[in-house]
């Protein structure tokens, strides 16, 4: 299982890095709104933090308009992936762009209709919401089970990130169920190493240690 790390800062990415768990980075245009500069010069910097796939979002909504933004996004670096909402419009441009060798990641998935119509475009990579469908009152975690059935039904090559992960849970249940990827905010990620046993373990080795050193 691969983990992007979701954020635009990179020094937040950075740790991701240095702890090994930076597969990939999610953005959007909330998170970029956070960070000084143009967005493009945040983009190389992440590009040059990470291998891995760097999804940059589109503001257009049109076909047109998407694809135009994207080929100018991909040229910022080989690892960007071009972020396109689950529309008709963002559906009939990613199968343009993946067409062109621009690989695309259709965002904003609160269905597994919209996952298998993404799919049949051609996407790379989907993101389904979890957290936000959760807000609602549905299951965002029985979405990504039925998406991951469907896609394995048909093996189809579009890989799942599942995204908007708001607690270790999520992760925890989208690993059991074999989703590709899962996007984190590093706050989460942290969250993940975090145990009070494991705490208490350390303290206890440490002060057994000091006795054995006054021997």
Known sequence: MKFFIDTA???EINKA???????????????LAREAGKAEDIYRAICAAVEGPVCAEVVSMERDGIVREARELAKIGKNICIKIPASKEGLMAVKILEGEGIRTVVTLIFSPMQALLAAKAGASFICPFVGRLDDTGQDGMEM??????????YGFKTEVIVASIRHTLHV????????????IPLKVIEQLIKHPLTDTGIQLFLKDWESVEKR
């Not at 890095?17 to 999610?26: C, E, I, K, Q, R």
């Not at 925890?172 to 996007?183: E, F, N, P």
């Open 172 to 183: 925890r249940d989208a690993a059991l169920m074999g989703a590709h990827i899962a996007t």
């Open 17 to 31: 890095v240095a702890l090994g768990v930076a597969d990939g980075v999610t953005t959007n245009p909330t998170l």
């Open 9 to 11: 800062n990179v020094e």
């Open 144 to 153: 990504v089970e039925q998406i991951l059935q469907i896609y394995e039904n």
